[in-house]
């Protein structure tokens, strides 16, 4: 579904991005962990299209996305929907409105009561009452709830990928539980393909088909717990190390 080949960036006088393979099968899900600032949120922008690389290629469903024009780029970013790591609401609009905005994009067809009734499963799906939350402003709500409303955003066209960017921090562990069911769920009924950025090496483990372990703008370990678990980086073994002594 994507490939990505020889992907390097820079910023500046700093390189984020060293070099990035990858494969992401159709119907999978993959993990990204890695400490913070080393490039994960970068990587994914790539893969969407938001920004581009100074050299390699992104491939998504057989279209190289890294060279495509602003039109080119909006066709293919149909396929996606995108939970970014701020949540990324329109402020100005009310919750009902942000979930209700990708359909009345994309989703001509859907008018009146359809519309309404689609809005109203979405919010249902992510245990929000549409009636309290709905008519509510981004900024009058938590930001748990927040973060579900953006989940609820980012899946509103039954996209074909769908990129997470930490969905599950801030979240109660209930809360988080249900996005994990909810992203392998996507996967097992509708063959979604998931990426998602995470911090919480418990859900990551439940739902990837695939990790990676991104450090300093490469891929250090590929695989799912084992590898992670017995890699021999120095960073890797820190950052599980922490982990583990916390959940004895
Ligand atoms: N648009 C940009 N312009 C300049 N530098 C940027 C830009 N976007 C990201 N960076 C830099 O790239 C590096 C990687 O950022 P990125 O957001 O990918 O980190 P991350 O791995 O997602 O971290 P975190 O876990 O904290 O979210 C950081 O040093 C950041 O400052
Ligand atoms: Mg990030």
């Not at 992907?7 to 984020?16: M, Q, T």
């Amino acid at each position: 579904m994507i490939r990505i080949v020889g992907v390097r960036k820079r910023f500046g006088d700093r390189e984020v991005l060293k070099g990035i393979d990858l494969d992401i099968p159709r119907g999978s899900n993959l993990v990204i962990l890695g400490g913070s600032g080393m490039g994960k949120s970068v990587l994914m922008k790539h893969i969407i299209g938001l920004l581009q690389p100074d050299e390699g290629q992104i491939i998504v469903d057989g279209e190289d996305i890294s060279r495509m024009s602003p039109l080119q780029l909006k066709r293919v970013r149909g396929k996606f929907g995108m939970v970014f790591q701020n949540g990324a609401l329109f402020d100005s609009m009310s919750n009902w409105d942000n979930v209700a905005f990708p359909l009345r994009e994309h989703r001509r067809d859907l008018k009146g009561a359809a519309l309404d009734e689609r809005v109203r499963h979405l919010f249902q799906l992510f245990s929000l009452d549409p009636d309290v939350v709905g008519p509510r402003a981004p900024s009058e709500i938590s930001g748990g709830q927040r973060k579900r409303v953006a989940l609820a955003r980012a899946v509103a066209l039954d996209p074909a990928i769908v990129l997470y960017d930490e969905p599950t921090t801030g979240l109660d562990p209930i809360t988080t539980d249900q996005v994990d069911e909810m992203i392998l769920d996507a996967k097992r009924k509708l063959g979604v393909t998931s990426i998602v950025i995470s911090h919480d090496i418990a859900s990551a483990f439940k739902i990837a088909d695939h990790i990676i372990f991104i450090y300093d703008g490469q891929i250090v370990v590929r695989g799912l717990k084992h590898e992670m678990l017995t890699s021999t980086h120095p960073f890797v073994q820190r950052f599980f190390a922490t982990w583990t002594a916390k959940n004895v």
